[in-house]
Nanobody, 124 residues
Framework: QVRLEESGGGSVQAGGSLTLSCTLS????????MGWFRQRPGKEREFVAS????????NYADSVKGRCTISRDDTQTTVYLQLNNLQPEDTAVYYC?????????????????WGQGTQVTVSS
C-alpha cells in the first residue's frame, strides 16, 4: 500500500527554521513529481512548493519564495522542505503530495497521493 509520511514539524519562534521530510513507502518514487502544501487555521489548503520527477524544476508560492527550498532524494524516497525565517503566518499543517505530472495545485490531477500532514507552529 502506498503511503506518504511527513515528519519534522514542531514549534519554533519567529525567525527559526525547520526541515520537513516526506517519505514514501509501498510504492515507487520513480518519475513522480512531488509537492508541499499547507493548510492554515480556517483556510483552504494551499500550494507551497513543488519539484519535478527529474529534480530539474522547482516552483514556489510567492509567500515562501526566498525562504523555502524543496529537494528530493530518490535513494531515500524522500522529499524535503526547508523553511527559513519562519513567521507566525506560516503556522499550518504541512502536507506532501505525489503524482505523475508537475504539481501545480491541490486538484490538478485525478489520482494523487497525499500524506497525513505535520504541524508547524510559529510563535512571535
Amino acid at each position: 500500500q502506498v503511503r506518504l509520511e511527513e515528519s519534522g514539524g514542531g514549534s519554533v519562534q519567529a525567525g527559526g527554521s525547520l526541515t520537513l521530510s516526506c517519505t514514501l513507502s509501498g510504492g515507487t518514487f520513480r518519475r513522480k513529481a512531488m509537492g508541499w502544501f499547507r493548510q492554515r487555521p480556517g483556510k483552504e489548503r494551499e500550494f507551497v512548493a513543488s519539484i519535478d520527477w527529474s529534480d530539474t524544476f522547482t516552483n514556489y508560492a510567492d509567500s515562501v519564495k526566498g525562504r523555502c527550498t524543496i529537494s528530493r532524494d530518490d535513494t531515500q524516497t524522500t522529499v524535503y522542505l526547508q523553511l527559513n525565517n519562519l513567521q507566525p503566518e506560516d503556522t499550518a499543517v504541512y502536507y506532501c503530495k505525489m503524482q505523475v505530472g508537475f504539481v501545480r495545485g491541490v486538484d490538478d490531477t485525478p489520482n494523487p497521493y497525499w500524506g497525513q500532514g505535520t504541524q508547524v507552529t510559529v510563535s512571535s
